[in-house]
């Protein structure tokens, strides 16, 4: 199932040479079938993905991948290390390398004025250095991806805590605005309650019996008013 060097090395490889198996006979034969009779199938197990690598390397486009992701040492590289083994201060000789890459880029325009054919050594020794950092550097991956995820776990936490905040000031501001609205309304239905009790209450003109003995009307009044001045009169007369 691998392609040659040369295929995976070049700009636009050409499809494997398996593809031409994949076709709709084949594809509907691997269907109906067992998984144990397609493998066992010459043409049909290149139709099966092949299982995910669980140890060891893989190659990709004419790279060869570790299963389990780490940083390689140098010396798997072949490039020389520049700073003891060990524990170190890491800060303290990526401060060393960074001095060391000045000297020798001014070695370099030194060597490139003097004598350029000679260039090829300084350079490598200015990539070597930058390597070092670069390796050192990567040493700090595993701490900076354990405290960004710290940082963002913050950071949501916050953003969660203000959002709490902000639905209980919302929730009491609510609770506080219907507590008014029914004090508004108990207010309100008391004023009705009393406002048709007094609208009810009877008059002092509507119980005439109970307030005061009834009246004469204006006509008797004015039949009794005459009489006794005719009365009068006569009383004077005699």
Not at 19 to 27: M, R, V
Not at 146 to 151: A, P, Q, R, T
Not at 199 to 211: A, F, G, R, Y
Request: hydrophobic fraction near 35%; include cysteine; aromatic fraction near 6%.
């Amino acid at each position: 199932m691998q392609d040659p060097p040369q295929q995976l090395d070049a700009s636009y490889p050409a499809p494997p040479d398996y593809f031409s198996l994949f076709t709709d006979a084949n594809i509907a034969r691997a269907a109906s079938a067992d998984t144990a009779d397609v493998l066992d199938n010459s043409e049909l197990r290149f139709l099966l993905p092949p299982p995910p690598p669980t140890s060891g390397s893989y190659s990709t486009f004419g790279r060869t991948w570790q299963v389990n992701d780490r940083l390689p040492s140098l010396a798997e590289q072949n490039i020389p290390q520049l700073y003891p083994d060990g524990p170190i201060d890491r800060i303290a000789e990526l401060k060393n390398l960074n001095h060391t890459v000045i000297f020798e880029f001014l070695d370099l325009v030194d060597v490139l004025i003097k004598d350029p054919s000679q260039y090829a050594a300084r350079t490598d020794r200015i990539r070597n250095i930058f390597v070092n950092a670069h390796h050192l550097i990567n040493e700090y991956r595993d701490h900076q991806a354990k405290e960004s995820l710290k940082l963002m776990m913050r950071r949501q936490i916050d953003s969660k805590r203000l959002a709490t905040e902000a639905t209980r000031a919302k929730c009491a501001h609510l609770r506080h605005t219907i507590k008014s609205l029914k004090q508004g309304a108990l207010d309100s239905q008391v004023s009705l309650d009393v406002d048709g009790t007094r609208s009810h209450l009877p008059t002092l003109q509507d119980n005439k019996d109970i307030t005061k003995p009834p009246t004469e009307s204006l006509q008797s009044r004015i039949n009794s008013a005459g009489l006794e001045n005719i009365a009068a009169s006569l009383r004077s007369l005699t």
